[in-house]
């Protein structure tokens, strides 16, 4: 069964401060997606990652892909508070029946002023 | 627009009653899915479908039903075997393997 993990599960951090949020999963895959979730709202999609080594960034976020590692990072630089919502990644499997994303449970992220 | 549209937004259901949610989408989409949230939880696949008139069990497929006899439309009905159906529920579709899911605004359904 496939496990994805996210940790933090819950960040505070204040305005201007770095910090990276992690996800692990168990089962080979070159495929994650990053999604950010506000209270109450439907799921934005933030990143796609197709490779290893994939990077991508917009604005002060950016999404990394290591699979060797089964590791995904998603780096928040000088954070404001407009960033503060729930963060997900989502790893996709193929299976006979076709393909399917997986979720991690999510990471809150609070930007305190 | 392209997009894909949930209805109602709000559902509230007496014990014992079924009730259906709607899930249409008109992007030209194969697959679509659908997910259950509860409160300060990730997103679990209930079923999913790929092509018309095929669907798939996912995780939490008890007490649950699914149809898929068009494309643009993929309805979930929770049935009253399902015991504890308060939750968010979220309908996404997709394109191709190599993109992401785009997801509707969600139903959040309420046992009264």
């Known amino acids: 069964e496939l496990k994805v993990e996210q940790n933090p599960l819950f960040l505070s951090m204040q305005e201007g401060k770095n910090y990276t949020i992690y996800c692990n999963y168990s089962t080979t895959s070159d495929r994650l997606y990053w999604y950010r979730q506000d209270p109450g709202k439907s799921l934005e999609s933030l990143f796609v990652?197709?490779?290893?080594?994939a990077v991508k960034q917009e604005g002060r976020l950016m999404a990394s892909l290591d699979t060797k590692a089964r590791l995904s990072t998603l780096h928040i630089t000088a954070a404001v508070h407009d960033l503060s919502a729930t963060y997900f990644c989502a790893v996709q499997v193929w299976e006979t029946s076709g393909s399917r994303l997986t979720f991690g449970e999510g990471t809150q992220l609070t930007v305190n002023p | 627009d392209g997009g894909i549209t949930q209805s109602p937004k709000y559902l509230f259901r007496k014990e014992g009653q079924n009730v259906t949610l709607s899930c249409e989408q008109n992007l030209n989409h194969d697959a679509m899915y659908w997910y259950r949230q509860d409160p300060g939880q990730g997103l679990r696949l209930i079923y999913y479908s790929q092509i018309v008139n095929d669907f798939q069990k996912g995780d939490i497929a008890e007490g649950y039903s699914v149809s898929r006899e068009k494309k643009e439309s993929f309805p979930l009905t929770v049935t009253s075997a399902q015991k504890n159906p308060t939750a968010f529920y979220l309908c996404a579709s997709s394109r191709t393997v190599n993109y992401g899911y785009t997801f509707g605004s969600g139903t959040r359904l309420t046992v009264v």
């Open positions: 990652l197709l490779s290893n080594g």
